[in-house]
């Protein structure tokens, strides 16, 4: 195997450990923690534009794959008519190999689209659990705003109530009071009115 299919090989094993370490079931802050990580690094963002220029040159190498594959059929179809052993083991054998360079450029090719999407998809995923925790956390202190209202509302009617019973309290007093004035009138004007038949009787 040449060099660049060997490079090819390599980084296909590569995308299939990125691959694993995606779908693996690890705990959220680890994902969270390894994304930002990766996001974050220059080092890895100059490494995912050299590997995007590889990929350009693998698809070009699947191309020529396509390209060796159908000549080689043609070559086959031209020697069928005499047979000789040699050049039909040399055929077989190119055709083998244009099959291996073919499916490991496509299934790299193929590989890099699913770990772009599945790479979308986790980050989407991690987002949006982030934005669960928050809103959980939004409405747990939107219930304890709540629960505070209305212990507040519960104590200012208590407060309302006891001062309603004042009020009723004041006026039953006020009402209590007024009949003792007009009491007090009254024997205030029969005090007067016996100071006057008793200044009269001495006057007699």
Known sequence: MTIYYTLTFVLLILEMFVFG????????????????????????????????????????????????????EEEKQEGQEGYDFAREASL?????????????????????????????LVTDMLEREAQLVDLKKDSANATKSTDRLAQIESEYKQEIE??????????AMSGDMDSLKKRAEQQAEEYNRILKERDALKQK
């Open 162 to 171: 006891l001062l309603q019973h004042q009020i009723k309290e004041l006026k």
């Open 21 to 72: 370490i995606l779908v693996l079931p690890l705990p959220m802050h680890w994902r969270r923690a390894m994304l930002k990580s990766f996001k974050s690094n220059p080092v890895v963002a100059k490494a995912m534009h050299a590997v995007r220029i590889i990929f350009a040159f693998i698809f070009v190498l699947f191309i020529d794959t396509v390209n060796r594959l159908q000549r080689i």
């Open 92 to 120: 077989k054998a190119t055709r083998f190999y244009a099959h291996r360079n073919l499916y490991l450029c496509g299934f790299t090719l193929f590989l890099s689209l699913i770990l772009e999407r599945t790479t979308s």
